[in-house]
């Protein structure tokens, strides 16, 4: 058998097709039937026809290849190796592989984005940029922040990368304020990133917003300012009235009478015993046990305390900022009222900034019940990462049997902080800074998703 490529090598556009003939001779004294295959890399975007030769003694067949690599990352860039096996039906001993060189040509492609495009924080804030190449041979980009005047300061760390074909990589992005907001409500600044790929002159331009909260929210500075007002008022009309005050009252002038002596006088009235003393019964001495708790001089435990009726709560405050409560919006006990926060610890709306830890051992979770609304269980609501309360069966809050998106862990962070995992998302309870949804989101260290439970661990 004897067999040739016309040509050997050959070079190919991703997205085109290259041709290349396969030619065939059979040297036996038998009829040979000849199988052929493609093998190597090019074999998933490459084909031959016929892939089947019948051949008498010492005639010759051609087969044609078509090489058609695809406009991907899967054809890399540069020269590939590739062969044509030729098995005889009547032989197999006699396999014999074809083999050529094809080349495919480079092409260039890439897709950028910024993960957020919508970024919060008082002092500053992260994004990260992602580098997807789609290309067929590697790839590098730089990055570069372009600021809206001297407002922002926009930095990336790396500041370039370098992708393999069909690969991503990332940057992270620093965003950071050129003043702080400290009275004026939640301000916006849009930055831009630009992405410069190597070898192209225009770079890809990314952009995003900034959302700036202030350090004291609008209302707190509204009502500072009229309290603040009326205490001034307040002190000009103290010092400024002067109350006149005058008396008729004339002391009268009367002839002494003497006290009556002996018989006369009369006995004063006894003291009737109060209501509380009639009541009162002798002091029983208590028994059975913390009969031997009772403190010096206390008559055997009389002047204890009496414990605190119901079931422990607990404050929930984050680290972030000056510190936010988690509570119940203004006191609901419907289903899906939101789990928000508030930088004052007030009971205005009852005991919905308090709450009931049910701890269950066996899974080391707990569900957390607001003291405000009993019977509810703090939730994150399905497909979202709202927080929300929910009514629960008394029995499965006792017991523990309740979905995954009711049940919370605790755990604590290298610095002594809490987290609040939701179990069925794995995310985090992230404070806000709002007055309307705490919501969840994936946990790292940041402050706004560390907390402190006042008198937990018991």
């Not at 500075?221 to 002067?242: P, R, T, Y």
């Not at 002091?283 to 008559?299: L, V």
Request: proline share 9%; hydrophobic share 35%; aromatic share 6%.
């Amino acid at each position: 058998m004897w067999s040739a490529l016309e040509p050997t090598a050959t070079t190919v556009e991703p997205g085109s097709v290259a041709k290349v003939r396969l030619r065939i001779r059979n040297t036996g004294d038998t009829v040979e039937e000849y199988r052929l295959h493609m093998v190597g890399a090019v074999a998933g975007w490459s084909r031959v026809q016929p892939d089947v030769l019948r051949l008498y003694p010492g005639a010759e067949g051609t087969a044609e290849i078509e090489i058609a690599p695809p406009r991907t990352s899967d054809a890399q860039a540069g020269p590939t190796p590739f062969g044509v096996r030729v098995q005889p039906r009547e032989a197999p001993e006699a396999v014999n592989v074809v083999e050529g060189q094809v080349t495919v040509g480079p092409f260039t492609e890439l897709r950028s984005e910024l993960v957020p495009s919508v970024v919060r924080g008082r002092m500053r804030a992260k994004a990260a940029i992602a580098v997807d190449n789609l290309g067929n041979q590697p790839l590098t980009a730089s990055f570069s922040g372009r600021e809206n005047g001297e407002e922002l300061e926009v930095v990336s760390e790396p500041g370039s990368v370098q992708v393999s074909p069909g690969r991503a990589a990332f940057a992270d992005l620093g965003i950071k304020p050129g003043a702080v907001s400290w009275i004026g409500g939640t301000r916006k600044h849009p930055f831009t990133v630009s992405v410069l790929r190597a070898g192209v002159p225009e770079p890809v331009e990314l952009r995003g917003t900034y959302v700036q909260p202030s350090v004291i929210p609008r209302w707190v500075a509204a009502v500072g300012s009229v309290v603040l007002a009326l205490a001034i008022a307040f002190a000009v009309v103290w010092f400024q009235h002067k109350p006149a005050f005058s008396t008729q009252a004339k002391e009268k002038v009367e002839q002494q009478k003497p006290l009556p002596q002996n018989d006369e006088m009369k006995p004063a009235p006894k003291p009737k015993p109060s209501e509380k003393e009639e009541e009162k019964e002798p002091e029983k001495p208590e028994t059975g046990g913390g009969g031997g708790d009772s403190k010096p001089g206390g008559g055997g435990g009389g002047g204890g305390e009496e414990k605190p009726k119901g079931p422990k709560t607990h404050t929930i405050r984050s680290v972030e900022g000056s510190g936010w409560y988690l509570e119940v919006v203004k006191g609901g006990q419907d289903d899906g009222t939101y789990v928000g926060q508030n930088p004052n610890l007030t009971d205005k709306f009852g005991k919905n900034q308090d709450w009931i830890l049910h701890h269950y051992p066996e899974s080391d979770t707990y569900a957390l019940e607001p003291a405000s609304a009993p019977g509810t269980v703090m939730d994150q609501k399905v497909n979202t990462n709202i927080v929300q309360i929910v009514h629960a069966a008394p029995e499965n809050i006792k017991t523990g049997r309740l979905g995954d998106n009711q049940k919370w862990k605790l755990e604590k962070r290298p610095d002594g902080k809490t987290r609040i995992v939701a179990v069925g998302s794995g995310e985090c309870l992230v404070d806000m800074q709002n007055d309307t949804s705490a919501v969840t989101w994936k946990c790292d260290d940041r402050n706004s998703m560390g907390w402190t439970i006042e008198g937990w661990p018991e």
